[in-house]
């Protein structure tokens, strides 16, 4: 055998495995950033819902009832998230003072791995408090 021939099966299928780890690796990568994409999608889109909540409820008459009032803008908050609403936990609190309007929220993030893997890292986990002044009328 001439040293030509030896060389050749040597490097025979080297191109196809550098393809398919290179080609792992962006798939790997490509799943993350949308992972990380979709987690902070889902923590604004929470977050911007909660406080109009909040605002809807600061700005409402003073002679409605103000749980009923609450009641009416968690269940729009609800349906504006569809079936992620379901998923987020949200709580206006009893202050002593009247003047302010708090609307607790806590939603769970985005998990980075698959389910199969094991529970990981979280994108876009929410647990903030929205506090606004209420508006007299």
């Known amino acids: 055998m001439s040293p030509h021939k030896s060389q050749r099966r040597a490097e025979r299928a080297s191109g196809l495995l550098s ?13 993350l950033l949308a992972n990380v994409a979709l987690g ?4 604004a889109t929470i977050d911007a819902v ?6 809807e409820v600061a700005t409402s008459p003073t002679h409605l009832p103000r749980d009923q ?5 968690l269940t729009r908050a609800r349906s504006l998230l569809g079936p992620a609403g379901e ?7 009893e202050l002593h003072d009247d003047s302010t309007v708090t609307l607790h929220v806590r939603a769970p993030g ?3 791995l698959p389910r199969l893997i ?9 647990d903030r408090r929205i506090v606004m002044t209420r508006e007299g009328r």
């Open 19 to 31: 393809a398919v780890i290179g080609l792992g690796v962006v798939v790997g990568l490509v799943g």
């Open 40 to 43: 902070l999608w889902t923590r």
């Open 50 to 55: 909660a406080y109009d909540a909040a605002r």
């Open 69 to 73: 009032v609450e009641r009416r803008a």
């Open 87 to 93: 998923d987020v936990a949200f709580r206006f609190e």
């Open 110 to 112: 985005v998990e980075l």
């Open 118 to 126: 094991g529970s990981g890292p979280t994108v876009g986990a929410l």
